[in-house]
T-cell receptor
Framework: AQSVSQHNHHVILSEAASLELGCNYSYGGTVNLFWYVQYPGQHLQLLLKYFSGDPLVKGIKGFEAEFIKSKFSFNLRKPSVQWSDTAEYFC?????????FGQGTTLQVKP | KAGVTQTPRYLIKTRGQQVTLSCSPI?????VSWYQQTPGQGLQFLFE???????NKGNFPGRFSGRQFSNSRSEMNVSTLELGDSALYLC??????????????FGQGTRLTVV
């Protein structure tokens, strides 16, 4: 079955620390890849997406992700987090007509 | 441009009742998908409608159904509610069927509590 696995369920960082959230998926065909963020009390928002082309994609608020096809991975990175990045982060793939989400990673950034 | 609008925002229902949730997509978007979000199961796909037809369905019982109108607005219905149906129900709209090479825009969700 198609699935998405996020390595970390809860991450706590201090401001200015670097962030990397892991995401692996299981699907052998062509996929669209996404990272969504859910700030407290707000709706899911798209951080970045990969459809094709350059495997290093840049999103909003300084986030970027790298698609490594051979590893079925799409890890999210940010060089320096801020307190306002405190949120839940979801990796998702869209292999065939629907979004399959990972379980989410709660990021807590301490000021 | 207005975003995806879901109504109502909160609902409390009793076991055995039925409920209807509404979703208005972004203007021009013809695809509407529904997702259930719970702490235990995360975000799970319910179904997708495109041009008034259900195009894709997740692994939910037949008590969960939906429809889409000619103006792309969509409704989701859950009959014979169970306690386990308590969840945040999210609607997403996008330009293309199956989110193919396009992103999904999510609404604020409807928080359903079954007592």
């Amino acid at each position: 079955a198609q699935s998405v696995s996020q390595h970390n369920h809860h991450v706590i960082l201090s401001e200015a620390a670097s962030l990397e959230l892991g995401c692996n998926y299981s699907y052998g065909g062509t996929v669209n890849l996404f990272w969504y963020v859910q700030y407290p009390g707000q709706h899911l928002q798209l951080l970045l997406k990969y459809f094709s082309g350059d495997p290093l994609v840049k999103g909003i608020k300084g986030f970027e992700a790298e698609f490594i096809k051979s590893k079925f991975s799409f890890n999210l990175r940010k060089p320096s987090v801020q307190w306002s990045d405190t949120a839940e982060y979801f990796c998702a793939v869209s292999p065939a007509g629907k979004l399959i989400f990972g379980q989410g990673t709660t990021l807590q950034v301490k000021p | 441009k207005a975003g995806v609008t879901q109504t109502p925002r909160y609902l409390i229902k009793t076991r055995g009742q039925q409920v209807t949730l509404s979703c208005s997509p972004i203007s021009g978007h013809r695809s509407v998908s529904w997702y259930q979000q719970t702490p235990g199961q995360g975000l799970q796909f319910l179904f997708e409608y495109f041009s008034e037809t259900q195009r894709n369905k997740g692994n939910f019982p037949g008590r969960f159904s939906g429809r889409q109108f000619s103006n792309s607005r969509s409704e989701m219905n859950v009959s014979t509610l169970e306690l386990g149906d308590s969840a945040l129900y999210l609607c997403a709209s996008s330009l293309a069927l199956g989110h193919t090479n396009t992103e999904a825009f999510f609404g604020q969700g409807t928080r359903l509590t079954v007592v």
